[in-house]
């Protein structure tokens, strides 16, 4: 239960929530009623001897029980209504009538409720003194003339100005337990019925491939895709680093060295994966280039702040060289090949013995070739990337992502015979019941956090060291 809490956290609060707007507003609309009490004393009326004062007690103790229905009965009721001239039935009047013994006494508690104080104080008053005269004519014996029970009124009739109700705060507590009810009940049925990756597991049973990486939500991507890799106290950055090491250990007898990154649809977060991926790789003195191989939406460019212009459809159309349309972007860590402007065809473009070519020189030049494809469901250019690549390392994004479309996609780059290097379980949210140890950032004392800032200011840029490749500051 509690995982399933942290799962679906925001519906049972949105459970709680609009439990507490309904009883709230209930609450606001209700008519308030007012109440008002009073008490009355029924003893045995007669010789005051001890012995038959105790009897008359012992008679009246027997009789107490059954006053309560006396004073709702409709006979009782209905004279009350004609001496105040209520405009309601002798029912509905008894429906606001309460009445309860004192335990171990001969005292009858009356509450009455109204709309007004003052008609809840009047509708006491005369009902005390209309059962009075009903329980003077019902236990009068047949042929006396004096009852054998006195009622006497020990409480007046109070007059609360307060309104009793409606109970606000009893009905917020009782509409936020009704509300998260609710919300569980949601959550139950939607963990039953939610077909969206969220686990490992998940992953797993619709790719057949392991996750390599978990990336935690980090809301500042909403704004710059880009993440600054030399931010260690980050989980995002830690989590980026975590998968550039993977990237390079999975395999170890041919690592990859050309990797298309893709997701099944639009939004899973495969480009900034690929951006931040490629970043990372070169933080770390890798020599990367950056491809933007969706010729379609490109957004490489756009993310790294570089200018549009030239790029891989100029060089596979034969407009331009290769050397003459990569880009060096951010402080020049990272080198970018743009896509360029569209072509007519974007697949024919992908697939064809030029790009094949490209990819060779580009195998030859660098450590690392991270191409950003376009998702692999709706078109087919990802799938005829991953053909010319090395591997492909595929997206999904945590709590979207359907199994059935992150199973298709592996179904098409296990089609073009490319092995998978894994899953990346993108957008995990770090208070969620799914997200894995390490959501919360193991962070350095002030004293070394100083240290680091004063040697990141006096050490040579890292971009220095891309032309080494054999430079690994990892």
Not at 268 to 293: F, K, P, Q
Request: hydrophobic letters at 40%.
């Amino acid at each position: 239960m509690t995982g399933l809490i942290r799962r679906y956290g925001r519906l049972v609060l949105a459970g709680v929530l609009a439990g507490l707007v309904v009883a709230g507003l209930l609450s606001w609309t209700a008519e308030k009623t007012y109440t008002s009490s009073t008490q009355l004393w029924a003893k045995a009326a007669g010789p005051t001897a001890s012995s038959d004062a105790y009897e008359g007690n012992l008679f009246t103790q027997e009789r107490i029980n059954s006053y309560p229905q006396v004073l709702t009965s409709p006979d009782l009721t209905s004279k009350v209504v004609d001496e105040l001239g209520l405009d309601e039935t002798p029912e509905e009047l008894a429906g606001r009538i309460s009445v309860a013994v004192l335990p171990e006494s001969i005292v009858l508690d009356v509450r009455v409720t109204d709309s007004t104080p003052q008609g809840a104080q009047a509708i006491a008053r005369s009902l005390g003194e209309q059962f009075k005269q009903r329980v003077a004519e019902l236990e009068t014996p047949a042929g006396a003339t004096a009852s054998t029970v006195e009622v006497t009124t020990i409480k007046a009739p109070t007059f609360e100005p307060d309104p009793a109700g409606p109970d606000l705060v009893g009905n917020l507590w009782r509409g936020a337990a009704l509300g998260l009810l609710l919300g569980l009940a949601l959550a139950v049925v939607r963990s039953r019925t939610d077909r969206t990756v969220r686990t490992d597991d998940d992953v797993e049973a619709a790719a057949g491939a392991h996750v390599v990486g978990r990336l935690f939500s980090d809301r500042s991507l909403g704004k710059q895709a880009v993440l600054d890799q030399l931010d260690g106290q980050r989980p995002l950055s830690e989590a980026f680093r975590a998968l550039r090491l993977n990237l390079r250990h999975l395999a170890v007898e041919s690592p990859p060295k050309v990797v298309v990154v893709s997701g099944p649809l639009l939004g899973e977060g495969a480009s900034t994966v690929a951006v931040n991926l490629s970043l990372s790789l070169a933080t770390a003195g890798h020599r990367v280039i950056l491809v933007d191989g969706d010729l379609r939406r490109p957004r490489v460019s756009r993310y790294l702040g570089l200018p549009d212009g030239p790029g891989l459809t100029d060089v596979l159309s034969g407009a331009a060289q290769l050397q003459d349309v990569v880009q060096t972007g951010v402080e020049g860590r990272l080198t970018v090949l743009g896509a360029g402007p569209m072509p007519p065809d974007p697949e024919a473009a992908l697939g064809s013995p030029r790009m094949k070519t490209v990819l060779d020189v580009l195998r030859n030049h660098w450590d690392f070739v991270i191409i950003d494809a376009p998702p692999l469901l709706p078109v087919v250019d990802g799938a005829v990337l991953s053909a010319l690549a090395d591997s492909c390392l595929l997206v999904a994004r945590h709590g979207r992502t359907k199994r059935e479309h992150l199973a298709e996609a592996a179904a098409s780059v296990a089609r073009v015979h490319v092995p998978s290097l894994g899953v990346v379980l993108n957008r995990i949210p770090r208070n969620g019941g799914d997200a894995t140890p390490g959501s919360r950032p193991y962070k350095a004392d002030a004293r070394r956090r100083a240290n680091a800032t004063t040697a990141a200011h006096t050490e040579p840029e890292a971009g220095s060291a891309a032309g080494n490749p054999d430079h690994t500051a990892e």
